[in-house]
């Protein structure tokens, strides 16, 4: 019998509408469950996509083919390029998102998907034969049957709201958690980890007095997170974000009623783990004591509706001590609250139980991206929701599955973090860590992937004749720069240099010479930019290469998938379960495991060229 | 892997007693076949015991053997280590006998390096090891000693810290742009910084060169035309009671001629070929074999006679050490002057032993020896370790460069995270998560 479904995604947040999208483009009959289909997409936290490192991972997601930076051009509010002031590889964008329009647009895309349909329903179980998945049960029972599943079920599994000593089952804004399924996952041999987040109070707009807060405004000039678009937006008409900070009040009530915090005694009974990067200003207070006072942005959500995010400020105090914490803050004296703070708690699974092709190591076919992997973020939910969508394609397809290098995307660094390092915390993207991070740039994001995009069907021909075009008039640029000799001033002396030479003195830019020598080059701007960067900075970037070149040495040495670490004698007991525990492809992955040292390695290649005459 | 190696650990010919270490799982059983004694194997850990080595039932040697067993061992392996009281021969024959019953020869270094790959030292106590065995002299085992208690790695450390307070500043400004109340990070405000950085690498440097002299001892090479007095000189300083060791071939590619302690310090006087073949036979040493030795040698003694006008082959020499450290040094001054010369010199007479310590002052002060502290040897003194250090001194140099091209600040920050893996390197500590952990601890970040 021929099953119904080739692939079925679980959960249709931004993992698992990218998946569902994915698969299904590549013409592989997929089926997109939800709980509910009016939530398909929703943004639950803040109002943005983009940001610091993950505004470049949406960059990633468009070069690959993916739908986030397409959505996001089409709805933002506000767009901002992130430290412009910096060098070119740590600029990135974000977007404040507009949280009616962004989940109206995506579901329109997949409504209009062939090979996708979508349901509503809550997934409680799998079908799992011999190690190998071969479908769903819903709660009613029901069976479902496929080739592939992947699962993005975001902080739906055994999900628990805290506010104060209150404890409620239940997903996020009110909605279904799934009650079953980590269980069962853990019946077929998952390790479950129960993470925690939490979100800020949500404000009236029209009770604030933004007098007192500090405007924001979005850059004025145009940008995209898509390489195929131009942009929409109306550049006068962005919305503007506040900045305020805490006061000595907050600061008071918050110590004064520390105790009917649920992280800090009103509930005692927490195990979810919650991230450094991310925590509850409760957590800043105590923590950082001798600060007097933090920061708070006041984001707008919608154009459609009035409330007004107050980032900064997540807290799982009861409603009565936020209100009287809201209204200690400067122009929020009579604020009304519309959505109080919680924290959340829910389960993940471990994610050094996959491989790096986001497929489960114990039962076959099986994927899973998302939170339900550790991770925080929409942006690094949506970038893996498209590589696993992409890579059950592959499988179907019986081709090599796309697994992206550290020194390929900032998507290759997070899920090889995943994979090889596990996370404790919900996991953020972060430039820090990305070694190679001069290589993966805001501006190249699709000279390092469309080609991958491309080969795995998910671009187009006309997208693809584009960027070979592109590709072009960089090479063709760069020759005339090398060619054009102009006249310089330099140190008392006129000398004659080539522009190409010329660039890479840091001061100097290029469409300004361009307008000083009237040279003639007819590119466009993305294109001089790309060859400024490319010029510039080729000292820096060709080490960065030659690090990244050492990495991929370590790369190509495999290791064997039969290895016995028991067999290998002197390794340190540490370095021996985590090695049986993640069985990493190649001598490089084997280096990034925490707890396995140099002297571990040297033990292990010492056995390879013993045993498997490496 | 597991193999059972043996190597005699004290140097030959030296001191009364010398000792061999065998170390592996089969070191007691293959001891306890050539001991006639106690039986080994049922003897407890950390003891020591009286008894003969034989061969058959020939006794060769009457001996002490320490036993001790895995894990708290040096190697964590089952260790035996055999004195002998007898010399050269004996210790090799016991050897040999420790060889033909399964031990293997120790490859140099090799017990230390089992210790490091079975986790029982850091690289740097590695080094250290090293350095201990190869003390020759007592201010070089005060380094070794200092090395191990781990006064290095605090100042590596001390220096890694300081990195990162700067690689992590400028991290949380470019993840975390728009928090104005964290200190945004410019060249500028990390100029200075970087430049203390910088001075501190350099004084470690400086000290861990001085600290190389120590382990190895400086080359010595003497030069000049035949019959000047070379290879008289190099008796004179010989016959002082300084020399330790003459006519060895050592184990180095340099021929040493002989050792002599400097206060504390080695000076090795490297092979000047065909020294010895003097009177009558005519020395065949041309410019070529000069240069040859110039190479080889941190310091140089270039002798002429006062007896001769300064000849063409002289010049030729004089030219030559102009950039290396040299002495010029006049020899028989007991003869009429027929020599004319516009350098700083030395005057001596080998024949009637005038003016040989004034060389030796010179030599001291040219190498700052009366200002080794002996009591504060906290520099790194190998090789492995100075090339690292000169390779973080080297990006900070270059941060420092890019600062002054107005490069952009995470550019910079590439230069710094390099200088701060180097450094990681000579204490065994890679790229980890150290950076994040850091920024999360250090700053309030939070959405």
């Known amino acids: 019998m021929k099953d119904k479904y080739e ?321 200690s803050l400067p122009g929020l004296e009579n604020a009304k609250i519309l959505k109080y703070a919680y924290a959340i708690e829910y389960d993940a699974i471990y994610p050094t139980q996959m491989k790096p092709t986001l497929e489960n190591k114990i039962i076959k076919n099986l994927y899973t991206a998302g939170q339900i992997n550790g991770t925080s973020g929409y942006e690094e939910a949506a970038c893996q929701g498209l590589i696993a969508g992409i890579n059950a394609a592959l499988a179907l397809e019986n081709k090599e599955p796309l697994i992206l290098k550290r020194n390929e995307a900032y998507i290759g660094v997070l899920i090889d973090d995943l994979v090889t390092k596990g996370t404790n915390e919900p996991y953020r993207m972060l430039t820090s860590r990305a070694e190679y991070r001069l290589l993966l740039r805001h501006d190249n994001a699709d000279l390092r992937l469309r080609e991958y995009g491309y080969k795995v069907g998910l671009i187009n021909e006309q997208q693809y004749q584009k960027f070979q075009i592109k590709k072009e008039n960089i090479k063709k640029l760069i020759t005339e720069l090398k060619n054009t000799k102009i006249t310089v001033d330099s140190e008392k002396k006129r000398i004659g240099i080539s522009v190409y030479e010329y660039l890479k003195n840091p001061n100097i830019n290029l469409k300004n010479l361009i307008d000083k020598y009237q040279l003639q080059l007819k590119y466009t701007d993305d294109i001089i930019e790309e060859v400024e960067i490319q010029i510039k900075y080729s000292g820096y970037i060709t080490k960065v290469e030659r690090e990244a070149q050492k990495m991929l040495k370590n790369e190509e040495k495999q290791i064997p998938n039969d290895i016995d670490y028991d067999k290998i004698p002197n390794l340190a007991s540490e370095a021996r379960d985590k090695l049986k525990k993640i069985r990493p492809l190649n001598i490089a992955q084997a280096l990034r495991i925490s707890g396995v040292n140099p002297a571990d390695i040297s033990i292990l290649l010492i056995y390879l060229r013993k045993y498997y005459n490496e | 892997m597991n193999d059972t190696i043996a190597a005699i650990s004290t140097a030959l010919g030296v001191g009364a007693i010398s000792i061999i270490r065998v170390s592996g799982s089969n070191s007691i059983s293959i001891v306890n076949s050539i001991f006639k004694g106690k039986n080994l194997q049922q003897q407890k850990s950390h003891t020591i015991h009286y008894g003969h080595i034989v061969d058959n039932d020939n006794v060769i040697d009457e001996v002490l053997v320490s036993l001790m067993k895995a894990p708290k061992t040096f190697t964590k392996e089952d260790i035996v280590e055999i004195n002998c009281h007898g010399g050269i021969a004996t210790t090799n024959k016991v050897l040999e006998l420790l060889l033909i019953n399964g031990c293997r020869l120790a490859e140099p ?219 010029i040094i006049i020899n028989k001054i007991d003869l009429e002057k027929k020599l004319n010369i516009n350098e700083k010199v030395i005057e001596i007479s080998i024949k009637n032993n005038i003016g040989i310590d004034a060389v030796l002052e010179e030599i001291k002060r040219m190498f700052n020896l009366n200002k080794i502290e002996t009591q504060d040897l906290t520099y790194l003194s190998n090789a492995r370790s100075i090339s690292l250090l000169k390779k973080a001194n080297e990006n900070i140099k270059s941060a420092k460069e890019n600062i002054d091209n107005n490069s952009p600040i995470d550019m910079i920050e590439l230069e710094l995270k390099e200088a701060w893996n180097h450094l990681g390197e000579i204490i065994g500590q890679t790229y980890t998560d150290e950076l994040i952990d850091e920024l999360f601890s250090r700053f309030c970040l939070g959405k």
């Open chain 1, 7 to 327: 692939v079925i995604v679980v959960g249709a947040g931004h993992a698992g509408c990218e998946a569902a999208l994915a698969s299904a483009r590549k013409n592989h009959k997929t089926l997109l469950i939800t709980s509910s289909i009016s939530n398909i997409a929703t943004m639950p936290c803040n109002p943005s996509i983009g940001g610091s490192a993950k505004g470049i991972i949406v960059r990633e997601i468009d070069a690959l083919g993916g739908q986030m930076g397409k959505a996001a051009d089409a709805t933002l509010l506000q767009m901002k390029m992130l430290n412009s002031s910096s060098g070119p590889a740590v600029r990135s964008l974000r977007a404040q998102a507009d949280k009616i329009t962004y989940p109206k647009f995506m579901q329109e895309i997949l409504m209009n998907q062939k090979n996708l349909e979508i349901k509503e329903a809550m997934v409680e179980d799998l079908i799992v034969e011999n190690k190998e998945v071969k479908g769903v049960i819903l709660d009613d029972f029901t069976k479902i049957t496929s080739n592939i599943v992947i699962l993005t079920t975001g902080t739906y599994l055994k999900s628990d709201i805290l506010v104060g000593s209150t404890r409620t089952r239940s997903g996020p804004h009110n909605e279904k958690p799934s009650l079953h399924l980590s269980d069962n996952l853990k019946k077929y041999g998952l390790d479950i980890l129960r993470l925690k987040t939490g979100t800020p109070p949500r404000i009236k707009r029209d009770t604030i007095d933004f007098s007192k807060a500090k405007r924001e405004d979005g850059d004025n000039k145009y940008y995209t997170f898509s390489h195929d678009e131009e942009a929409t937006y109306d550049l006068n008409n962005q919305q503007p974000c506040y900045l305020i900070y805490t006061t000595d009040e907050t600061k008071k009530i918050i110590l004064d009623n520390l105790n009917k915090s649920s992280m800090y005694g009103g509930l005692n009974d927490i195990t979810g783990v919650g991230p450094r990067y991310c925590p509850s200003i409760e957590d800043k207070i105590v923590r950082f004591s001798d600060k007097p006072k933090h920061q708070l942005f006041l984001e707008p959500e919608s154009k459609y509706y009035d409330d007004i995010y107050l980032q900064g400020f997540s807290t799982s105090m009861p409603k009565n001590i936020q209100e009287k914490m809201v209204h």
């Open chain 2, 109 to 327: 270094g090799e017990f230390t390096k089992r210790a490091f790959l079975n986790g029982r030292i850091d690289l740097v106590e590695a080094d250290g090891i090293m350095n201990l065995i190869n003390a020759k002299t007592d201010i070089s085992r005060a380094a070794s000693i200092n090395q191990l208690s781990g006064k290095v790695s605090d100042l590596i450390k001390n220096l890694r810290n300081k990195l990162i307070e700067i690689i992590t500043n400028i991290e949380v400004n470019i993840d975390y742009p728009e928090y104005e109340d964290i200190e945004v990070v410019t060249t500028k405000t990390i100029k200075p910084k970087i430049e203390k950085i910088h001075q501190e690498l350099e004084n470690i440097i400086k000290k861990s060169e001085t600290g190389k002299l120590i382990n190895d001892g400086i080359k010595v090479g003497i030069i000049g035309r035949p019959n000047v007095g070379k290879s008289s000189l190099l008796n004179a300083l010989l016959e002082e009671d300084k020399a330790i060791v003459t006519d060895i071939a050592g184990t180095t590619r340099d021929i040493v001629e002989g050792k002599i302690s400097l206060d504390g310090i080695i000076l090795n006087i490297i092979d000047t070929a065909g020294i010895r073949q003097t009177d009558n036979i005519v020395e065949q040493i041309g410019v070529e074999k000069s240069i040859e030795i110039i190479k080889k040698s941190d310091l140089v003694l270039l002798l002429l006679n006062n007896n001769e006008p300064l000849a063409f082959e002289d010049k030729k020499l004089l030219d030559l050490i102009k950039n290396k450290n040299h002495i």
